[in-house]
């Protein structure tokens, strides 16, 4: 495994319970927008597996879930018994995923291998390509929600917004293209050095904009968040 990050404790990426975040290099994206540029250009020194799998027994008494995150975890080939290797120590596993490998994530939610799935949702279908940095394979991500949501396990799909990527018209209509999720968080841009098309360059919306967003999609999702 290509990790090279680890959070030792957080208390908000993995709902209702405490965990340790995982953070994998290398992404398949290039969202101009992400504060991992690091992860995204896989740059760092790597953290072993062994060392990662040691700290997690270690921790096992105090913390109750790993959240796997990047960069693009489902890159990473050892994956699948890297997750099997941290159920057997007994945690929960969430993972963070952008939705390009819908077999990979079929695979986990066959195998009961992960908890809990969150899924970025970028942009609406039409404008995917232009936000995500890449030319996107717009099938694979509605494949991969399409499977989210017919499945058993808990999740959400989330969004990071900021007004020169997504205007609100685009905000409302990619939550209608995802309409009848259980869980939907949108999450206000900010800014900071690490951005990966550097600082300064994009705006958070108002906290006043936001709720107004909120009111006209509510009805649409299971549950609503906005993270400011």
Not at 200 to 213: D, M, Q
Not at 214 to 222: A, H, N, T, V, Y
């Amino acid at each position: 495994m290509n990790f090279k990050g680890l959070q030792k404790s957080s208390f908000i990426d993995y709902p209702d319970k405490i965990c340790t975040v995982l953070f994998t290099g290398g992404c398949n994206f290039r969202c101009p927008f992400c504060h991992n540029s690091l992860l995204v250009k896989n740059e760092g020194e790597i953290i072993l597996e062994r060392d990662v799998l040691e700290f997690l027994e270690s921790r096992k008494t105090m913390i109750e879930a790993v959240c796997i995150s990047g960069g693009e975890p489902t890159l990473q080939k050892e994956l699948v018994s890297f997750i099997k290797k941290v159920k057997d120590i007994g945690y929960l596993v969430k993972l963070d995923t952008n939705g390009t490998n819908p077999d990979v994530i079929k695979r986990f939610l066959d195998l009961r291998l992960v908890d809990y799935i969150a899924m970025d949702i970028k942009a609406p279908f039409s404008k995917y390509s232009s936000v995500a940095g890449v030319m996107v394979d717009i099938n694979s991500i509605q494949e991969s929600i399409r499977l989210i949501k017919n499945s058993d396990i808990d999740y959400e799909f989330r969004t990071t917004v900021c007004k020169e990527l997504l205007s609100q018209n685009d905000i409302l209509e990619l939550s209608k293209e995802i309409s009848g999720a259980k869980r939907y968080i949108i999450q206000n841009f900010k800014d900071r050095e690490t951005v990966l098309a550097g600082q300064g360059r994009f705006t958070p919306y108002l906290r006043e904009e936001l709720l107004e967003i909120e009111k006209e999609i509510k009805d649409l999702f299971g549950e609503i968040k906005i993270r400011f």
